[in-house]
């Protein structure tokens, strides 16, 4: 396996095999793990957690941080209303709506992750303008009556394929690049004017608009702005 600079080609001698259903039946998929979550305790978990590391927190009056750590973790801000509640609340009508609610947003975030994870998936190997991406086949998962054949014995013929170096009968994924992505300019100039850099490079470019850094960048100016201006109406 060789992983080189962004800028240039990455190449994976492998083949792929990518377990996939229709979008109806991962949602109903992701939902009943959440269930089982429940089932398993997940709620006792939250609120040992909850009253163990936010003791200090809730007594200092700061609010909770939910950008950083264990926090950012699925389930801890989609609970946080239910778990402030006080012990004795949290059987009322009240509490039971904000669990139910809490419920909900938490399986919402759980397929909302998935899709992100589709996109990366696409974009990372099927929409790359300059990697060079090996082979991807697609088992369809939708039916496990079907496993054997749609999964199983698909998922062994490619690996004995790859390892024997032989024709796969089954066809792999197309790369899927527009025009606009193949038409990059790797020598251009880009100035970012948010992070107040100079960029070689529209790929680079791309990446770093698309970048955590950049983002986190930009939201700091807006609110500055946004203070700003208050500050300007107050006057």
């Known amino acids: 396996m060789q992983v080189q600079d962004m800028s240039k080609i990455v190449t ?21 793990r959440v269930d089982s979550m429940l089932e ?55 509490g039971k709506k904000l669990l139910e609610e809490s419920i909900s947003n938490m399986k919402m975030g759980t ?3 998935a899709r992100r994870q589709n996109k990366m998936v696409k974009s990372r190997f ?51 690049v527009s025009d606009e992505k193949t038409n990059i300019n790797s020598h251009s100039s880009n100035y970012c004017s948010v992070c107040e850099r100079l960029i070689i490079g529209d790929k680079e470019y791309l990446i770093h608009m698309n970048s955590h850094k950049h983002k986190r960048a930009l939201k700091s100016k807006q609110r500055r702005a946004q203070l700003a201006e208050k500050e300007e109406r107050c006057e």
């Open 12 to 32: 994976l001698p492998a083949d792929l095999a990518r377990p996939n259903s229709t979008m109806t039946v991962h949602d109903a998929r992701l939902n009943a």
């Open 40 to 94: 398993e305790g997940l709620i006792d978990e939250l609120l040992n957690f909850h009253d163990r590391h936010n003791k200090q927190r809730i007594e200092d009056g700061k609010p909770p941080d939910y950008t950083k750590g264990i926090f950012q973790t699925l389930g801890f801000k989609e609970f946080h209303e239910y778990l402030m509640l006080p012990p004795e609340k949290k059987d009322s009508e009240e």
């Open 111 to 113: 397929r909302r992750y």
């Open 126 to 176: 099927l929409e790359h303008p300059t990697r060079e991406i090996p082979p991807i086949y697609e088992l369809d998962t939708t039916d496990l009556t079907k496993w054997d054949d749609e999964v199983k014995y698909k998922a062994i013929h490619i690996i004995e394929s790859f390892v024997n170096k032989t024709q796969c009968q089954y066809e792999s994924l197309k790369s899927n």
